[in-house]
């Protein structure tokens, strides 16, 4: 099954900061009605569930994760500014990848 970069970034942050988790499989294809109760706008992974309550997109789950467990190392910078321009490359990253992937797929007629 294909990987989700988004939910193997989460999962790296998981265990840098040496949270305990589960983690579940999803069917892209047949989602889980636990995809659809935890996620309903979007409906897809990742979805981080913390006392019952889920969290989604993996951006903002690495935020929580940081702001929610002390322990293990940081994942973003303390300064304001600093964190800043980590998240525009942050978002410009993702962004290019995303393009780099359309275009790709449109190439290949999977798109």
């Not at 994760?65 to 993702?94: C, H, M, N, V």
């Amino acid at each position: 099954m294909w990987a989700s970069t988004c939910s193997k970034r989460v999962e790296l942050a998981l265990k840098l900061k040496g949270i305990p988790y589960e983690y579940m499989e999803e069917d892209f294809t047949n989602k889980s009605q636990l995809l659809l109760k935890y996620n309903p706008v979007h409906k897809k992974v990742p979805v981080l569930v913390h006392d019952g309550k889920p969290i989604a997109e993996s951006y903002i789950i690495l935020e929580y994760i940081d702001e929610t467990w002390k322990t293990g190392p940081k994942l973003f910078p303390e300064d304001p500014y600093e964190r800043a321009k980590f998240r525009f490359w942050a978002s410009f990253i993702q962004q290019q990848l995303f393009e780099s992937f359309q275009q790709s797929s449109d190439k290949s007629g999977t798109g």
